[in-house]
């Protein structure tokens, strides 16, 4: 296995994404509920994704997860993949507030389950395409199933998948950034 973006170990890499992977749990439930340009009354905190259209803010901390999930793979491999989805879940069970918890674990796993389903065989071909396929999978099904059973609706379920994606987008290239930016170096030093 090559080296991580960061120049060092694809183990401590893959470490470091396991932590940030699950640092994005806590993280989103907390935004939800405190941060947003308007916060709903017994509701979500929401912030703009796109003109027009609003999300709840813990929307950019798990687009950022669907993708570090793909990349603990990469790293670490399927079982330690599938240990960073459980203790996800595990995390979301502890740190969500009551009216969030079930939506969170649910969203979680569930969205979580199905990245990981669609992101192995497609990794297999072409990792650019198994990340993008992977995390539009994993952000509608996240989407749906978050804000029907914490809202009892569909009403930002649009906001919701743009703002993953977005999200997902931005991580995705400061990752391809520092992946193409090693491969550089290592080419001019020849290594």
């Not at 940030?20 to 916060?39: D, E, K, Y």
């Not at 389903?117 to 650019?128: D, F, G, K, W």
């Not at 703002?163 to 520092?178: D, N, P, R, T």
Request: glycine share 8%; hydrophobic share 55%; aromatic share 6%.
């Amino acid at each position: 296995m090559s080296p991580g973006p960061l120049n060092i170990g694809a183990r401590s890499f893959g470490a470091i994404l396991f932590v940030a992977f699950a640092s994005t749990i806590p993280l989103s439930n907390w935004l939800i509920s405190n941060v947003g340009t308007t916060c709903v009354p017994d509701g979500p905190c929401l912030i703009p994704v796109a003109p027009g259209i609003l999300a709840p803010s813990g929307v950019l901390t798990i687009g950022a997860a669907l993708v570090l999930r793909d990349l603990i793979h990469r790293y670490l491999g399927a079982n330690w993949a599938i240990a960073a989805i459980l203790v996800g879940g595990c995390v979301s069970l502890l740190t969500a507030s009551q009216n969030l918890v079930i939506a969170s674990v649910a969203a979680f796993m569930i969205s979580e389950m199905l990245d990981f389903t669609v992101y192995v065989p497609l990794s297999r071909r072409n990792l650019s395409l198994a990340i993008l396929v992977s995390g539009v999978v994993a952000a509608i099904a996240d989407s749906v199933v978050f804000v029907l059973l914490a809202f009892g609706s569909l009403d930002h379920v649009t906001g919701q998948i743009i703002g993953k994606l977005w999200a997902s987008i931005i991580v995705a290239m400061i990752v391809f950034a520092g992946t193409r930016r090693r491969a550089i170096s290592r080419t001019d030093i020849g290594a």
